[in-house]
């Protein structure tokens, strides 16, 4: 099986590092111990101080090349447009991160992964909501993982909250669709260049005063990956999925943890850690969230921007819930609603930490359930084209999605950067309040 990462010292680390048990970030590490074992919950934990070392190779490798930025990032397009054999005398950073994606795992059914594709996206509008609201919102508990994100303030300040959103939806979106994944279709090539942001916000703070190493590790580090990829836009999704009705059958599901592991495995996640099947998931993920450290005002801060960027403003084409509700309720309701549905999907405990309000429209998900589950078992009885329904649901998504006023598809590596520099002092008041 190719594996998608050396096992390496990680580079530009402190040499006084705490092991990744030790950090601050780290808690109940004894708990999880008696529940999971001391090598597995030691395993995950040390991948606190690891990250996507060959991603962040490539992207240092690339950095000034030839002292300009805009040279390495020319030869990185022509990599992943073309192909690494494009380049003449490449640096052998990036020839070893190309060599490593392009080289499909063995466990790569391609197959699998269109049927995946097709059971996440058939239930339609119901995927963009537990997209929003267990997964993307669910994201902002992790607080060693939103260090990068209150530290670069794009989804705090008002006017960068909705590109934010918008572009990782695009990205999501465009990496889970049939084929999306495929060497060269718009999934993989949105990955890699998300995979080289995540290169550059590590490059970034790495070098920075603000980072605490000892209380959140390595900078966008491989546990935060694989909740991102595997807790938040597979588990959290699919049990979203579930709990309102959609019948996902064992094999859907299945197809649909292929699909996530190989999107996880072009992100960068080492095959040390990634998951395998449903029940590794399960296991890595209950052990992710009982070693995470509570969430604190930066989540909180995160979490306040998104919900009242999405209740109070019109992103054009794009509404989280369905247009005849949207329209009808104004933002104060919006954001009742948004916190019912918030508490029904990620739960009490995430909705507690994040300074969510509790209220009785958190039982819309369960008075929904009967209905939604008897129309999609009688809709799958009846003839029908599952195909269809996930390409109708992303043609309607894409709609929403695309490009405008000459927006980039994803932001940027310098322009992340130069917003951890902009809103360095702004950050620290939240971190340190």
Known sequence: MPTAQPDVRPADIPDDLVSGPSLRRTVNFEKAVGLYGRTTVEHIADHYNRGDELGYAAYAALHDLGGSPAEGR???????????????????????????????PDWVDWDQLERGSIAYWRAGKMVVMCLAYAA???????????RP??????????DQVGRRLIETLRWAANASKPNGMRRFEDGFRLTMNVRMIHGAVRYHLSRSADWDWNDWGVPVDNVDALYTMGCLFTEAVVDALRKVGINLSDREVDDIIALWRYIGYVMGIPDDINFTDWKDLKTKSAIVRMLEHPADQGCVALMKSLTDYICEEKIQGYEVLPPFIDKRLGPDQKKVLTYGLMRAWAGDDICDQLGLPNNSLRHLVKIARPFVSTYDRVTRILPHDDGEKAA??????????????????????????????????????????
């Not at 994100?149 to 705090?156: E, F, K, Q």
């Open 392 to 433: 109708e649901a992303l043609r309607a998504f894409g709609v929403a999605l695309a490009l405008k006023d000459g927006d980039p598809e994803v932001a940027g590596a310098d322009e992340v950067t130069d917003s951890f520099e902009r809103n360095s002092s702004k950050a620290s008041e939240i971190l340190h309040a």
């Open 136 to 146: 993307i919102g669910a994201g902002f508990r992790t607080y060693g993982g939103t």
């Open 74 to 104: 020319a030869l990185y397009a022509k990599a992943l447009e073309e192909g690494i054999d494009s380049l003449v005398d490449p640096p052998a950073a990036l020839v070893e991160l190309f060599k490593s994606v392009d080289t499909v």
């Open 149 to 158: 994100l209150v530290l670069s303030r794009r989804l705090i300040e008002r």
